[in-house]
């Protein structure tokens, strides 16, 4: 595979075409239905992209295939979680449009998966976001939804950054992972300062997140203070602007597949 | 996974005197054409790193493969520690609390992945000396953009390395970091344009595919470049990436 052609195109397709076909449409030559066929056809030539340096998607390597699927289960709950929730009253107005960008990332992220993936695409499940009646409120009352919109975006950051050693063998699939990736985290930074919350993880339970205990499994780990063999309590010791937070604060962790799918399981119907 | 701190150290720096006068004759101009001029500063705007500093003018060639891409990775943390450090050592006026905590906050992250590096590291890449003298610490809007810039380029870079990674302990641990300096970037956004999609716009996240920021390392390094002293010479770096 010609890694560099690839990535050319794909960089043709994401950073050169749309952004002026974007600014065309802007400046009105283009439709608003022309726009949005556009928009919509968007995610599939990046699969194609994406694809075509394996020939067809059946010929995409089972690993990348399973991580894919794997995605896009958790791209279908927080898509379905924020399209549910599009427009409702119980959303203050001053962050209708930060919830409404989510949604759209999170709708482009199942269609571009959804593409690449093709016939292999698993369809959308059924979801409960009361979890199994954990939460009551979760379409009527802010606090609810925005608490399980950070967990879900927190624990996104940390499942993709589980699978990215999975994808080495697909070098441009990769980087789309690690792009996807960082769109959860910003988001979740954003969802945490819209709760009052700092834009970056400490520790590693629920409670220091201002969440409820029931989500603890979406924090454990985070206190992790060791990277690459260096503990780094003992590598700052002596420097006191560092604090032992923001030694937890400055790295994320990976999830494994098994542990997300245990934290998410409650939200499958 | 293993123990980083264990690689066999690469040779830059005891090489690097050496090297030093061919590589001024030979290379440097080579690179990426960043040869600082930047003896004239004189001002205050330098931050002097006591011991290994170097002199501007100096050449850094980082390592190729992994460890090249670790190295690329300390460069761009160091300016980001060094930047922030300036911020809260010339605060600007009427900085509020909240603000304060946040430079306090981010500054410890780039200062521990600084730190990490370099431990990781050991010696491959030396403590590099930086010129802040275009950016106007006195004015918050100008601080909040240029640390929204150095940011949105960490997030870049890393996004845009990851697929030369060739070893997965490697790859993971610049995940563990870029989704960080993400959330960043997020915040500052935020600051910037308060209650709006601006911490994930179509500046930012494609809006077609959703997805955020890539940058090849030859597109980084010119920009990191700017407020270095030292030469940063990555070409034997970008050459032994496939």
């Not at chain 2, 500063?41 to 050449?59: E, K």
């Not at chain 2, 209650?195 to 959703?210: C, E, H, L, N, R």
Request: proline residues 4%; hydrophobic residues 40%.
């Amino acid at each position: 595979m010609n890694l560099q052609n690839l990535l050319s195109d794909i960089e043709k397709v994401d950073g050169e075409i749309f952004d002026r076909l974007a600014h065309v449409s802007r400046r009105g030559l283009f439709s608003s239905l022309t726009k949005k066929t556009i928009a919509a056809a968007a995610p599939a030539i990046m699969a194609s992209a994406l694809t075509k340096a394996y020939g067809q998607s059946s010929s995409l390597p089972q690993n990348v295939k399973d991580v894919l699927n794997y995605a896009l289960t958790l791209e279908y709950l927080e898509y379905r979680f924020y399209d549910t929730a599009n427009n409702l009253s119980m959303i203050p107005n001053d962050y209708k449009m930060a919830f409404e960008v989510i949604r759209r990332h999170e709708q482009v992220h199942v269609r571009l998966l959804k593409n690449v993936l093709g016939a292999d695409a698993i369809p959308e499940p059924k979801f409960d976001f009361s979890a199994k009646g954990t939460f009551t409120d979760t379409f009527s009352n802010f606090q609810t939804f925005a608490a399980i919109a950070q967990t879900f975006e927190d624990t996104g950051v940390r499942a993709y950054k589980g699978q990215a050693a999975n994808l080495m063998n697909a070098p441009a699939i990769l980087q789309v992972a690690l792009q996807i990736h960082a769109t959860e985290a910003a988001h979740a930074a954003n969802v945490r300062y819209i709760r009052n919350q700092k834009g970056w993880i400490t520790g590693g339970t629920a409670a220091m997140q201002g969440l409820p205990s029931v989500v603890n499994g979406s924090y454990a780990g985070e206190d992790n203070v060791t990277q690459g063999g260096v503990n780094l309590v003992s590598a700052l010791a002596g420097d006191n602007r560092i604090t032992a937070d923001m030694i937890t604060q400055a790295f994320d962790e990976p999830l494994d597949k098994n542990t997300v799918v245990g934290i998410v399981t409650p939200f499958f119907a | 996974m293993e123990n980083i701190t264990n690689r066999p150290e690469t040779t830059t720096s005891e090489m690097a005197s050496s090297r030093r006068s061919f590589l001024r004759v030979a290379g440097a101009a080579a690179v990426t054409g960043g040869l600082l001029t930047a003896c004239s500063h004189a001002d205050d705007n330098y931050l002097i790193p006591s011991g290994s500093a170097r002199a501007a003018g100096d050449t850094v060639k980082l390592p190729t493969g992994d460890v090249g891409i670790l190295a690329f990775a300390y460069v761009l943390e160091q300016l980001e520690a060094a930047f922030y450090e300036m911020l809260l050592a010339k605060p600007y006026p009427n900085m509020s609390s909240s603000d304060r905590q946040l430079w306090t906050d981010i500054r410890g992250h780039e200062i521990i992945h600084r730190e990490f590096f370099k431990a990781a590291l050991g010696g491959a890449v030396p403590t590099l000396t930086f010129n802040f003298s275009s950016i106007d610490f006195n004015d918050r809007a100008a601080v909040l953009i240029a640390a929204e810039a150095f940011e949105k380029t960490g997030v870049g870079a890393y996004n845009g390395a990851g697929k030369y990674i060739k070893d997965a302990g490697y790859l993971t641990l610049a995940g563990k970091i870029v989704s960080v300096e993400t959330r960043h970037h997020s915040i500052l956004r935020e600051l910037q344009y308060p209650k709006s999609d601006a911490f994930a716009g179509p500046t930012i996240v494609t809006s077609d595919t959703g997805l955020h920021l890539a940058y090849e390392p030859t597109y980084v390094l010119p920009i990191a470049q700017k407020y270095i002293l030292e030469t940063i010479d990555a070409s034997a770096l970008v050459s032994s990436l496939a």
